[in-house]
């Protein structure tokens, strides 16, 4: 799948590591798909629990590398990520493929924001993790916007609530560090594309008002 930053979703870019894979199952319990079972497999000699991945029914939603803790299963969003931090955008905007823009209006969305913004389109906003978040806020980045899916209505079933849990932890770990908390924003509707614009524009007018220019 080509990647033009900005415009593209990560899709299938799930690489997988076994060598530092744990054994934990968390991908396992994570995949509603069922497409991940846990087998007992040589690796280096030695037999472990590793995870065997049913392409068949994998969907590439990217909760598998989500939950990872031993870097075993990553994801094309830190690729994407890295891509973006070369053009030291102020601003990063992560939209779900789901939300309701897709094609031209993604791209005169693009082309209307301020060059400071950059905008990432992911497959679910559930695959974005905290770690993640934090990196681009250490990297320098002002604020970060999330586009998810109304609650009840993600592609995933689970995703934006997920997000929801983990928005909550790194307004607290960004309150307890010192940070301002508004620094990072979700929203969980599906809006037309001047919506959308006015809502970024509106929350970068936001975070500039907190002294971070």
Partial sequence: MAISPGIDAVGALVNRFPELCGGCGLCEKACH????????????????????????????CGYCAAVCQSGA?????????????EGRPQYVVFYCNWAGLLG????????????????????????????????????????????????ERCEYQLGNFRLTHRIALLKQILKDAGFDSERIEAVFERLGREQVEAKIKAFIEKVKLLGLQ
């Fill in 33 to 60: 798909k069922e497409a991940i079972t846990m087998q007992i497999k040589a690796l280096k000699g030695m037999w472990r629990p590793l995870p065997e991945v049913d392409l068949d029914k994998c969907i590439n």
């Fill in 73 to 85: 299963i990553k994801q094309g969003v830190d690729t994407l990520i890295k891509m973006f931090l």
């Fill in 104 to 151: 031209k209006e993604l791209e005169l969305l693009k082309n209307s924001l301020p060059q400071s913004c950059q905008l990432l389109r992911v497959m679910c906003t559930g695959r974005i993790e905290p770690k993640q978040i934090l990196e681009l806020l250490r990297q320098g980045i002002k604020g970060i916007l999330i586009f998810a899916c109304p609650l």
